[in-house]
């Protein structure tokens, strides 16, 4: 469905992707994770034809993006800060996206107007933040595109809004087989979301895996010991992304198998292990950590 290969933009000095390749199926849902600055919103642009990349392809459903108009009309694109004409109001909008969009469902459209009680006459400018992004969610969702792109789509809305936003769009997902990228920072809520995790970090991409398969591959491990062994002695052979000591109590997150690492962890026999629930905002801190952006105790003078 979605395909680059080798993506790479610059701006200036200032390389923002460099040799991005990855694939996001039909009727999925892609979370784009990573550090501010990692190149999300560039590369979101990117695939939505916004830019232009220096080197690489993008194709959607096998068909180039940037300036290709009947691929752009399958794409729908809301960025972090939605984008409306000066002084146009929601109905405005709507004209001008009813013009452009073949797919236009004018019922769609005021249904979901009339659903979030929206003044389709009023200034957008002269909106909240919250309402100006349910304004650009009710006009993508009434273009019936089969792919979106959505940069921190529910910042700003609250939970009732944030919720039914997500609601419509698993719809989507499940009755045509709307095919999502999305990036956030709110990592709990892509948790719950999302089929898909890919993490950047400094333009190219860390990791991709499927969210189900991440979870039974990486473990948290809380260890107790009669006797602790040697300091390293434990991960010695092991893919541990985090590794500390508190008494006689070592906390540990490996990836792995778990069989294999229980096994692991048994040999050197210990009193207790308890293997706790993982979150991705835990992996994602560890994953990157091991990439050189871990967390740092900070004193100020």
Same mark, same amino acid.
């Given at each position: 469905?979605?395909?680059?290969?080798?993506?790479?933009?610059?701006?200036?000095?200032? =390389?923002?992707? $460099?040799?991005?390749?990855? =694939?996001?199926? *039909? %009727?999925?849902?892609?979370?784009?994770?990573?550090?501010?600055?990692? %190149?999300?919103?560039?590369?979101?642009?990117?695939?939505?034809?916004?830019?232009?990349? !220096?080197?690489?392809?993008?194709?959607?459903?096998?068909? @180039?993006?940037?300036?290709?108009?009947?691929? *752009? $009309?399958?794409?729908?694109?809301?960025?972090?800060? @939605?984008?409306?004409?000066?002084?146009?109001?929601?109905?405005?909008?709507?004209?001008?996206?009813?013009?452009?969009?073949?797919?236009?469902?004018?019922?769609?459209?005021?249904?979901?107007?009339?659903?979030?009680?929206?003044?389709?006459?009023?200034?957008?400018?002269?909106?909240?933040?919250?309402?100006?992004?349910?304004?650009?969610?009710?006009?993508?969702?009434?273009?019936? /595109? !089969?792919?979106?792109?959505?940069?921190? /789509?529910?910042?700003?809305?609250? @939970?009732?809004?944030?919720?039914?936003?997500?609601?419509?769009?698993?719809? !989507?997902?499940?009755?045509? +087989?709307?095919?999502?990228?999305?990036?956030?920072?709110?990592?709990?809520?892509? +948790? !719950?979301?999302?089929?898909?995790?890919?993490?950047?970090?400094?333009?190219?991409?860390?990791?991709?895996?499927?969210?189900?398969?991440?979870?039974?591959?990486?473990?948290?491990? =809380?260890?107790?010991?009669? +006797?602790? /062994?040697?300091?390293? =002695?434990?991960?010695?052979?092991?893919?541990?992304?985090?590794?500390?000591?508190?008494?006689?109590?070592?906390?540990?997150?490996?990836?792995? $198998?778990?069989?294999?690492?229980?096994?692991?962890?048994?040999?050197?026999?210990?009193?207790?292990?308890?293997?706790? @629930?993982?979150?991705? +905002?835990?992996?994602?801190?560890?994953?990157?950590?091991?990439? %050189?952006?871990?967390?740092?105790?900070?004193?100020?003078?």
């Amino acid at each position: 469905m979605i395909h680059t290969e080798a993506v790479t933009k610059r701006f200036e000095d200032l =390389q923002a992707v $460099q040799d991005l390749s990855l =694939q996001v199926r *039909k %009727g999925s849902i892609y979370g784009l994770l990573g550090s501010n600055g990692a %190149g999300k919103s560039t590369f979101l642009k990117i695939l939505a034809g916004v830019y232009k990349p !220096d080197k690489g392809e993008v194709t959607i459903n096998n068909k @180039p993006v940037y300036e290709i108009p009947d691929t *752009k $009309q399958t794409i729908l694109f809301i960025s972090d800060h @939605p984008y409306f004409f000066s002084q146009a109001s929601l109905s405005d909008m709507a004209g001008f996206y009813r013009g452009v969009y073949e797919r236009w469902n004018e019922k769609r459209y005021e249904q979901l107007a009339k659903h979030f009680r929206m003044d389709t006459n009023k200034r957008l400018t002269r909106m909240s933040k919250g309402m100006q992004r349910q304004a650009a969610f009710i006009l993508g969702l009434s273009v019936m /595109p !089969d792919v979106m792109i959505l940069d921190e /789509p529910f910042d700003g809305l609250d @939970p009732v809004i944030r919720q039914q936003m997500k609601n419509l769009i698993m719809q !989507d997902v499940a009755d045509r +087989e709307l095919t999502l990228i999305v990036s956030s920072h709110n990592l709990r809520e892509m +948790e !719950d979301f999302c089929d898909y995790v890919g993490v950047l970090h400094e333009g190219s991409l860390l990791f991709e895996r499927d969210l189900d398969e991440l979870r039974t591959d990486v473990h948290k491990l =809380q260890i107790a010991f009669k +006797e602790p /062994p040697e300091e390293g =002695q434990l991960i010695k052979d092991m893919d541990a992304l985090h590794y500390e000591v508190k008494g006689s109590i070592v906390f540990l997150i490996v990836k792995g $198998q778990k069989d294999e690492v229980l096994s692991h962890v048994n040999r050197f026999n210990p009193a207790v292990v308890d293997m706790l @629930p993982l979150t991705l +905002e835990e992996i994602f801190i560890y994953e990157l950590g091991g990439a %050189g952006y871990e967390i740092n105790n900070l004193i100020v003078e």
